[in-house]
């Protein structure tokens, strides 16, 4: 039997097989962490370089093939957008081209300008796909956290020899960041939804708090606890609230900031006194990075020149004579600064780095502007945990990242915008053949939730 397609019949199928592509190359892209190749050296890292290769190539390619025919949506230019592409051309202007000291960490960069752009059409093409993203993302958590209860009473194996818990990464540092950034997504979504989105927030929630103090990470504990608790301020506080029991209770207020001033600092050296010699080897780090930063602030050294400038720097600091005996002790030769902010201040300078926080910042602008609380939560997060460790180095968190900021036009979740791509259709669910089962059920979910 002969089957023909009306002009808007045709149209909404594209549009299908638009919206298929995409939530199936992004799962790919979410799904970063879990992927490793033990036949690669270093496979727990290069395999996920690989895959992130791999899902940015079948992503591009769907991208060309869907967006060919006919005229498409306009995607909004926006300023994280413009900032992104200045910092990408800043990374350009402050490399060694002669020397070419990391021409795959060049090529992975251009990947992330181009995933950025590849999601901002696929999320204004689809709304829907911005929850079905942060869906995937949830699950990629409750996963993790799942992998490392088994760790710890040992029913899976560890991917390093020192330490019992790494769930898919190589050590616990990058493993709890990357539950410490998902976490304020869960508690967002427990929060704002009701019924089956507001216990499977919950359930990766309570999953995540079970075993992140398992890994003695002190960045991540950190960045849990200003994302989750800045979360649940927007939420169930808010500044009229805020506003109204500081009148109420005026002479309060500021006995009660003190309190809490040193509650945070009793913390802090508590933190510091767990892991001294790490804390302190971090510490001559950032003291031997400014002072790297401070002999060229503005040319910086370009991608890939840390840690020559980090060897000089070191080297000149330690021939004054100023050094401790514990400084000396707990010196090494880092490949990353364990602070991403001093690191792009060495690498593209102080204007790469003034670049690189207001993008950071206009993307939780957007956020809090939009509503969209859980994914700027997850950059508030991101962010905190990039102040004493190397989140940008790894693959796995820039697929989190370029979903967070992907779509900034308008983050209120509105039932009908959610399940609309789907609906307009017209198709029953039994003959819709073009949309995976999987975004199936983030519809399904999204539309019992709100």
């Not at 911005?130 to 209860?149: D, I, P, R, S």
């Not at 002479?251 to 302190?280: E, H, R, W």
Request: glycine share 12%; charged share 15%.
């Amino acid at each position: 039997m002969e089957i023909k397609y009306t002009g808007m019949e045709l149209k909404l199928h594209r549009h299908g097989i638009r919206t298929a592509l995409a939530s199936v190359f992004g799962a790919m892209l979410i799904a970063t962490p879990f992927v490793g190749d033990s036949a690669l050296a270093n496979g727990i890292v290069t395999g996920k370089v690989f895959w992130f290769h791999l899902s940015m190539a079948l992503m591009a390619i769907g991208t060309v093939v869907t967006a060919w025919p006919g005229g498409r949506k306009s995607i909004p230019f926006a300023l994280p957008d413009g900032l992104l592409l200045l910092f990408a051309g800043i990374t350009l202007a402050t490399y060694d081209w002669q020397l070419d000291p990391e021409p795959e960490k060049l090529l992975f960069g251009g990947q992330l300008v181009v995933l950025w752009f590849l999601l901002r059409y696929f999320l204004t093409e689809a709304p829907c796909l911005k929850f079905f993203f942060l869906f995937v993302l949830m699950l990629t958590g409750l996963v993790e956290a799942v992998w490392g209860m088994q760790q710890l009473h040992g029913y899976a194996y560890s991917n390093h020899s020192l330490f019992r818990l790494t769930g898919s990464f190589f050590n616990p540092g990058p493993y709890c960041g990357y539950l410490a950034v998902v976490l304020p997504v869960c508690l967002w979504t427990a929060l704002r939804f009701q019924k089956g989105m507001h216990y499977f927030g919950w359930v990766c929630a309570g999953a995540i708090l079970i075993v992140l103090p398992s890994g003695m990470s002190r960045s991540a504990w950190m960045a849990a606890v200003v994302a989750c608790g800045w979360v649940y301020w927007t939420e169930r506080i808010g500044w009229e609230k805020t506003k109204a029991v500081c009148r109420r209770y005026k002479n309060a207020t500021i006995p009660f900031i003190a309190i809490v001033a040193i509650l945070v600092g009793c913390t802090i050296a508590g933190v510091y006194g767990m892991k001294q010699d790490s804390a302190d080897g971090r510490l001559l780090m950032w003291k031997v990075t400014g002072k790297a930063i401070a002999g060229q602030p503005l040319a910086g050294t370009g991608l890939g020149g840390f840690p020559a400038a980090y060897a000089e720097a070191q080297g000149g600091y330690f021939a004054t004579g100023n050094a401790t005996d514990r400084e000396k002790r707990v010196a090494g030769c880092p490949e990353y600064a364990f602070n991403e902010y001093l690191q792009i201040g060495l690498e593209q300078g102080v204007g790469g780095l003034i670049v690189f926080v207001a993008w950071l910042g206009s993307m939780a602008y957007y956020g809090i502007r939009n509503r969209q609380q859980g994914a700027a939560g997850g950059v508030l997060a991101f962010a905190v945990f990039a102040v004493s460790s190397y989140p940008l180095q790894l693959p796995s968190f820039w697929g989190g990242v370029g979903v967070f900021g992907g779509d900034m036009r308008d983050g209120r979740w509105d039932a009908d915008k959610i399940i609309c791509p789907i609906r307009i259709t017209g198709v029953p669910y039994y003959d819709d053949k073009s949309v995976v089962a999987c975004l199936r059920l983030s519809v399904h979910l999204a539309e019992r939730a709100i």
